[in-house]
């Protein structure tokens, strides 16, 4: 990433949610996206340590607890650290290395740009060693 680009902001906040007799209805973005997934982990499970030519990806975490890392591709610096409560949005931007510890059994949604069928998902995936 050139010097000249803002460090990404990684925690994203919520719009209040839409609450009525009914529930409540809580939008979590409003962007054009390729795919969605739910990613179930175990306590101790490690993802990522890679990280995406061209995708970038919101996550939010639904259930469980967990400390996500990034930083730009290339970088030798230690990666930045954020932990990650249930009902927090946040962004991993493409040329970021990243990983996340699922510091308990987890569900978590992942809205990406690119469409992750298999063959696409590799082709612009990186990996790196574990920078978590």
């Not at 939008?27 to 175990?42: E, Q």
Request: charged share 20%.
């Amino acid at each position: 990433m050139p010097p000249s680009e803002p460090e990404p902001q990684v925690i994203r906040m919520l719009r209040p949610p839409f609450i009525d007799e009914r529930g409540e209805i809580h939008n979590l973005l409003d962007t054009v996206l390729g795919s969605v997934a739910v990613i179930r982990s175990v306590k101790g499970a490690v993802r990522g340590n890679h990280y995406h030519k061209t995708d970038f990806h919101y996550c939010w975490l639904q259930s469980g607890g967990m400390v996500y890392f990034h930083r730009p591709a290339g970088s030798t610096a230690p990666p930045q650290r954020w932990v990650i409560q249930p009902g927090q949005l946040f962004y991993t931007p493409p040329l970021y290395e990243h990983a996340m510890h699922f510091t308990e059994d987890s569900v978590m949604f992942a809205f990406a740009r690119n469409n992750r069928e298999m063959p696409n998902y590799e082709a612009d995936t990186v990996r790196v060693p574990s920078i978590a």
